[in-house]
C-alpha cells in the first residue's frame, strides 16, 4: 500500500499516542476530521483491493457486489481517465479492466500502466465481451496478466484472481 | 504522340506534293524541249508550204499565159495576120500580165504589137542580129522561153516565143512579154506583208528576180555579191539552183542574226527559178516563248492545284482527325467516368463491410453486455447470506437488463425490417397537432423529472401529412427523448415548432444541452454511435434509436438532420410530404 506525506504523519502520531482524536489529528495537519476518518479507515483496511474499470454500471455493481462477498476492498472506475487517477491515488493490488471504455480504451490504460515503473507490477485481468481472439492476442502483447470472456462465470473469475494474486505477489 | 503522328501524316502528303510537283515540272521542261523541236519543225514547215505556195501560184500564171498564146497560135495559124494580131487586144484586155503582144512575120520583122504605142513595128531583128532566139523557135517548132532579161524600159522581162506554123508553112512569132514585176508583185509581194523576214527569188543562175530588203540587187547575181565567208547561204543558193526545195539556216551578215530559209523551185516549161522565204530565227523563238509562256502558265496551274489539293487534304485531314479525337476523348472520358464510379462503389462496398462488421462486433457486445450482468447478479443472489438490500439491487439489475435486451432485440427487428425494406407503412391523412400532443405527453413526465420545460409551437391551420401514426410517433418521442436525455437538469428548455416550407411540413426539435461535436453531426444518425455511452446507458438507449428514425423517415420520402453548438444545444430537424389527397 503506497502512503502520502499526510498518512505518514497520522501514522507516526498514533504510533506515539493512541489515544489521539480524529479532531487533534485533523487540527495538526490541517484537515478535516473526515479526511482524517477516511484515511484511518483506509490504512487500517489491510484487505486486498481490486479496481473494476466498467463504463456500465449494471455489470459492474454485480461484481463489486460477489467480490466485496469475498471480502475483497473493491474500488470502482467508469472509463480510461479515471481508472488511470484511481490507480495512482489508491495503488490497488488488482485491476479487472473492460475493453471498452469511454476516453481511453482498456489496450490504451493497460498500455500505460505497463510502461509505469510504479504500476507496471499490479497484476491486470481483462474482461471482454468481443471473446475475439485477435483481442486476446494483442491484451497478452502488451502485458494483461489473464483473460475472462464475458458472460464470465463467477466462480471461474473468482480462481483467476486468486490464481494471479498468488502469482504476483511475493 | 498524338500531335506525332499528325505531323507525319501531314509530313508525308507535303512530299507526295513535292514529288508531284518535281514530276509536273520535269515533264515540263522535257517538253519544252519537244516542244521546241515541234515549233521549230512546224515553222519550217509552214515557210516551206508557204514558198510552194508561190512557186506554184507563179508556175501556174506564167503557164496560163504560154498556153494561151501557143492555142492563139495553133488556132489561127491559117488565119490572115491581121486577123491574128486583132485577137491581141482582146487578150491583153482579158487575161491581165502580159507587158506585151508582139507578132514577128517570117522574115524577122515586128509587124505589129498590142499595145501599138510601145510596139517596135518595123523593127527588124536580123537587121538588129537579134534572132537567135527567132530563129531556135522557127527551127524547133516549139516554144522558147527566155530568161528575164532587162527590158528596154527597165526592169527585167521574159520573152515568151511562139512559133506559127500554118502545116509546113510557118507564118511568124508571137512574142509575148511578161515583165517580172507583174509576177513578183502578185505573189510574192504580199507573202511579207505583216510579217518579219522578206522574200527573194532567183533564176537558175543565182540571178535575182525579186528581193524583198534590198531592190537594188534585183537583176543582179547573188553569188557574185556574196561575201567568201558566207558558206552557208551559198550552198543554200546553190539547192536552189538545183531546183530543190527544204528548208535551211544560215548566218546574215547584215542583220547579224541567223535566218531560216524555205526555198521552193518555179518550173515553167524549161525555166527553173526558185522562190525562197527569208525570216530570222528569232521569230521561231518568239513563237516558242509564247508556248513557254503557255505551258509555264499551264505548270504553275497544275502546281497550285496540287498545293491547293494537298492543303485541303491536309485541313480535311486535321479535321477529321479533331473529329476522331474529340470522339475518343469523350469515350475515354466515359470510361475514366465509370472507372472513377467503380472506384467509388469498391470504396463504398469495403465501407460498408467494415461498418457489417462493426455493426455485427457492436451486436454482439450489446447483447453480451446484458447478459453478463444479469449472470453475475444472479449468481451473487446464489449465494446465501446476502443482506436484503443487495438483493433488491440484484434483483433490479436482471430486470432492467431484460428490458435492455427487450428493447435492443426490438430495434434490431425494426432496424432489419428498415433495411431490407419489409418495413410497410399505412400512408393515411394525419393531423400533426396530435400526433405531437400525444408525444409529448409521454416524456413530459421524464422532462419534468429533470426539471425541464417543454414548449410546443404549432401555427393554426397547418396542413395534414401523409404519414404512417403508428411510424411516425416513435420518432417525435425519440427526438424529444433525446433532448431531454442531453440537456442538464433543472432550467433547461425544450421547443417543438412545425412549420410548413416549400410544400413540405417541417418539425424541428430544439434543446439547450450538451450538444454535439461537429466532427460527429453526420454520424449521429449511424448504428450504434452514441456521443457518450455513459449518459446513453443510463438512460436505456440501445444507441440504435436515431438510425431507426432516419429509417422510418426515409420511408416517408422525408429527411432528418441535426445542427448544433457544443455546449448549447442540438435542434433535430425532419420534413414530411403533405397529404395531397
Known amino acids: 500500500m503506497k502512503l502520502d506525506t499526510n498518512d505518514r504523519k497520522i501514522v507516526e502520531m498514533l504510533q506515539k499516542d493512541a ?38 454500471l449494471d455489470t ?77 492476442v494483442e491484451g497478452i502483447e502488451i502485458g494483461a496478466d489473464d483473460y475472462v470472456t464475458k458472460p464470465f462465470d463467477l466462480d471461474e473469475l473468482k480462481a483467476r484472481i486468486k490464481a494471479v494474486l498468488r502469482r504476483t505477489t511475493p | 504522340m498524338k500531335v506525332k503522328i499528325e505531323r507525319d501524316t501531314i509530313a508525308i502528303i507535303l512530299l507526295i506534293c513535292i514529288v508531284l510537283i518535281c514530276v509536273v515540272t520535269l515533264l515540263g521542261f522535257k517538253s519544252h524541249g519537244e516542244v521546241e523541236d515541234l515549233v521549230r519543225q512546224q515553222f519550217n514547215e509552214q515557210q516551206l508550204m508557204l514558198a510552194r ?115 509546113e508553112e510557118f507564118r511568124g512569132v508571137i512574142l509575148a512579154i511578161i515583165r517580172t514585176t507583174t509576177i513578183t508583185d502578185r505573189f510574192l509581194e504580199p507573202i511579207m506583208q505583216d510579217r518579219t523576214g522578206y522574200v527573194y527569188m532567183i533564176d537558175n543562175k543565182g540571178k535575182s528576180l525579186y528581193d524583198g530588203t534590198r531592190r537594188e540587187a534585183i537583176g543582179k547575181n547573188y553569188i557574185k555579191m556574196l561575201s567568201e565567208d558566207n558558206d552557208a547561204w551559198l550552198k543554200i543558193l546553190n539547192e536552189q539552183m538545183n531546183g530543190s526545195e527544204g528548208t535551211a539556216v544560215y548566218f546574215d551578215e547584215g542583220s ?7 526555198y521552193a523551185p518555179v518550173r515553167w516549161r524549161d525555166q527553173l527559178w526558185s522562190v525562197a522565204i527569208s525570216v530570222p ?42 473529329t476522331l479525337e474529340a470522339e475518343v476523348k469523350l469515350k475515354t ?21 467494415k461498418l457489417k462488421s462493426d455493426f455485427v462486433s457492436m451486436v454482439s457486445h450489446e447483447l453480451k453486455t446484458p447478459l453478463a450482468a444479469m449472470r453475475t447478479s444472479a449468481q451473487v443472489l446464489e449465494v446465501t447470506d446476502i443482506n436484503t438490500e443487495t438483493k433488491g439491487e440484484m434483483l433490479d439489475i436482471i430486470l432492467r437488463n431484460i428490458d435492455r435486451q427487450t428493447n435492443l432485440v426490438n430495434d434490431l427487428l425494426d432496424l432489419s425490417r428498415i433495411e431490407s425494406g419489409r418495413m410497410e407503412l399505412k400512408f393515411e391523412k394525419l393531423s400533426l397537432d396530435s400526433i405531437i400532443a400525444d408525444s409529448v405527453e409521454s416524456v413530459r413526465p421524464a422532462a419534468m423529472d429533470k426539471g425541464l420545460t417543454l414548449d410546443v409551437e404549432l401555427p393554426d391551420g397547418l396542413a395534414s401529412v401523409k404519414a404512417d401514426r403508428e411510424k411516425l410517433t416513435p420518432v417525435i418521442i425519440n427526438l424529444l427523448n433525446n433532448a431531454i436525455k442531453f440537456t442538464p437538469s433543472g432550467g433547461g428548455e425544450i421547443i417543438i415548432k412545425v412549420r410548413e416550407l416549400n410544400g413540405q411540413v417541417e418539425v424541428r426539435v430544439s434543446d439547450t444541452g450538451i450538444g454535439i461535436p461537429p466532427e460527429d453531426l453526420d454520424r449521429v444518425f449511424d448504428k450504434f454511435y452514441q456521443v457518450d455511452s455513459t449518459l446513453t446507458r443510463e438512460a436505456g438507449g440501445t444507441g440504435l434509436g436515431l438510425a431507426i428514425c432516419k429509417g422510418i423517415i426515409d420511408a416517408h420520402n422525408g429527411k432528418i438532420w441535426a445542427e448544433s453548438e457544443l455546449g448549447k444545444g442540438s435542434t433535430f430537424s425532419l420534413t414530411l410530404e403533405k397529404w395531397s389527397g
Not at chain 2, 256 to 262: D, G, M, T
Not at chain 2, 297 to 302: A, D, N, Y
Open chain 1, 19 to 56: 489515544t489521539l482524536s480524529y479532531g487533534v489529528i485533523a487540527e495538526r495537519l490541517g484537515l478535516t476530521e473526515g479526511e482524517v476518518e477516511g484515511r484511518i479507515s483506509r490504512l487500517s483496511d489491510t484487505r486486498t483491493k481490486i479496481l473494476i474499470v466498467d463504463d456500465e
Open chain 1, 60 to 136: 459492474l455493481l454485480p461484481l463489486k457486489r460477489a467480490l466485496e462477498i469475498e471480502d475483497f476492498n473493491v474500488i470502482e472506475a467508469q472509463d480510461g481517465i479515471e481508472a488511470l487517477e484511481r490507480v495512482g491515488s489508491d495503488i490497488p493490488d488488482l485491476i479487472l479492466l473492460d475493453l471498452m471504455l469511454p476516453k481511453l480504451n482498456g489496450f490504451e490504460v493497460c498500455q500505460r500502466l505497463k510502461q509505469d515503473e510504479a504500476t507496471s507490477s499490479i497484476p491486470i485481468i481483462m474482461p471482454t465481451a468481443k471473446g475475439e481472439t485477435s483481442d486476446k
Open chain 2, 53 to 167: 505556195q508561190a512557186a506554184l501560184g507563179i508556175e501556174g500564171f506564167a503557164d496560163e499565159r504560154v498556153t494561151i498564146i501557143e492555142i492563139l497560135a495553133r488556132d489561127r495559124s491559117g488565119d490572115s495576120i491581121s486577123d491574128i494580131t486583132g485577137c491581141f487586144k482582146t487578150i491583153y484586155e482579158e487575161t491581165s500580165g502580159f507587158y506585151s503582144i508582139e507578132f514577128i512575120d517570117a522574115n524577122g520583122v515586128v509587124v505589129y504589137g498590142y499595145p501599138e504605142h510601145s510596139a517596135p513595128v518595123g523593127y527588124d531583128l536580123y537587121a538588129e542580129n537579134m534572132s537567135g532566139t527567132f530563129d531556135s523557135a522557127r527551127d524547133k517548132k516549139e516554144t522558147n522561153i527566155s530568161s528575164p532579161t532587162p527590158l528596154f524600159e527597165g526592169g527585167l522581162g521574159s520573152f515568151i516565143w511562139v512559133p506559127v506554123y500554118e502545116e
Open chain 2, 256 to 262: 547579224r542574226s541567223e535566218q531560216i530559209v524555205a
Open chain 2, 281 to 322: 530565227a528569232s521569230e521561231v523563238d518568239d513563237l516558242i516563248r509564247s508556248v513557254y509562256v503557255k505551258q509555264m502558265t499551264f505548270l504553275g496551274i497544275v502546281i497550285a492545284i496540287i498545293l491547293g489539293g494537298s492543303l485541303g487534304l491536309i485541313v480535311m485531314y486535321s479535321r477529321w482527325n479533331k
Open chain 2, 333 to 353: 472520358g466515359d470510361l475514366i467516368q465509370s472507372n472513377k464510379e467503380l472506384a467509388l462503389a469498391n470504396e463504398r462496398l469495403k465501407e460498408l463491410d
